[in-house]
């Protein structure tokens, strides 16, 4: 580097930077979370957008084969957004048709159920042969339905309690709301602009950037957006495949409950790897209700079946998906989850395969540069 006057007052102001930042880490901070607050609902409709984007591009390029004079043509947009709002809404409101109210009468029936069901297995020889006389005597002389309404409401006044907490939280989620009702309607107007907004963004870019840094930061948003978008319809692919795959084997070994609990896997599978397993705790209880034995060779169905989709469905669908070997899938998973939680989970892979693609091209980039001319 030439030692210039521009270059050295570069230096000087990088270093003064650095020491405001260092010094004044605590202001900067604060600033920082409130900046992050503020703009909250505009990640919030980033985020809607995006997706919603992937529903209303398969509808904008249904629409655009169907006539290229068609009188809908100028309308093609907001219709393509409102057939992505109304798909997506209605998908979730299935969903919640199908699993909450079979679910609520499970809980129900599994709270009454639960007396005889003690009752006869304080009964069987194992009991016998496990436990004292006594003790078994014991325990066949409690009021086990007392005791299990009891708990209910003992559940229950621990939410009556929790009611002053609710109340004093209700300003936190009235202004969620309003946050979540704002980053909608700005996803809305993202969508209705969208090659406006990008058409904008290219021409700032291309005035106030070096059109080195330029080409290389639009690289790689085109690289991070080219994984995120594959991975979303990956995963989403996996989760309908698991969830077809649950509900054949639950119908096949005649469980209860196939359609609907199938359906809960499904949507849980969302979540990489750990969410069909949520969804399983939630069937096993169902299942509970009818028959245990049934719940117990459920759970080893599910396990079976997730070792199965976790170890070739999965990384076969989601890793081919954004081009990513299946080794780094399962890693950007259990980092991601290790480091970030459920949210973690499920941004690591793209995040790592953006990584792994801009890395593979760098490598095959400098082993070119590396291999002798070609003597003619």
């Known amino acids: 580097m030439n030692i210039t006057w521009k270059n050295c007052f570069r230096i000087a102001v990088s270093i003064f930077v650095l020491y405001l930042c260092i010094f004044y880490w605590s202001p900067l901070s604060l600033f920082l979370i409130k900046l992050i607050s503020a703009a909250t609902p505009i990640i919030i409709g980033l985020f809607i957008a995006y997706v919603l984007n992937l529903i209303m591009s398969a ?22 957004l409102i057939a992505a709002i ?9 969903i919640v048709y199908l699993v909450v109210p079979e679910l ?8 009454s159920e639960t007396p005889k069901h003690i009752k006869t297995l304080l009964s069987s020889d194992w009991m016998h042969s496990v436990l004292p006389e006594s003790v078994l005597t ?8 007392n005791i299990i309404n009891n708990a209910a409401d003992f559940i229950g006044k621990g939410l009556g309690d929790a009611a002053t907490a609710v109340i004093k939280t209700m300003t936190s ?25 990008s058409n904008q963004i290219d021409r700032l870019a291309d005035s106030y950037l070096p059109s080195k840094l330029n080409s290389k930061l639009s690289h790689i948003l085109s690289v991070l957006n080219g994984c995120f978008r594959r991975y979303i319809v990956g995963q989403c692919t996996e989760a309908v495949i698991l969830g077809v795959l649950c509900t054949l084997g639950m119908l096949i070994f005649r469980f209860p409950h196939a359609v609907m609990i199938g359906v809960l896997i499904g949507f849980t599978a969302l979540i990489p790897i750990v969410g069909a397993y949520v969804g399983g705790a939630i069937g096993a209880i169902i299942i509970l209700t009818q028959s245990p034995i049934k719940a117990l060779l459920f759970i080893v169905f599910l396990v079976v079946l997730q070792l199965f989709e976790g170890n070739f469905i999965y990384p076969k669908v989601v890793g081919d998906s954004i ?14 989850g290790a480091l970030f939680g459920v949210l973690g989970m499920l941004i690591g892979v793209p995040l790592v395969a953006t990584i792994y693609s801009l890395w593979r091209e760098d490598l095959h980039r400098r082993e070119k540069a590396k291999q002798p001319p070609v003597s003619e």
């Open 104 to 111: 609520v009468s499970c809980v129900t029936l599994l709270i």
């Open 323 to 336: 081009g990513l070997p299946a080794l780094w899938v399962l890693t950007a998973i259990t980092l991601g």
């Open 86 to 94: 109304v798909s997506l809404l209605g998908i979730i409101a299935l």
């Open 59 to 80: 509808y904008e390029k249904l629409f655009k084969g169907l006539s290229e004079k068609n009188i809908l043509k100028k309308a093609s947009r907001i219709l393509c």
């Open 138 to 145: 014991e325990l066949n002389n409690l009021e086990w339905s």
């Open 173 to 197: 989620v009235v202004s969620g709301t309003i946050t979540t009702f704002i980053g909608i309607f700005f996803s809305v107007y993202i969508l209705l602009q969208k090659e406006k907004l």
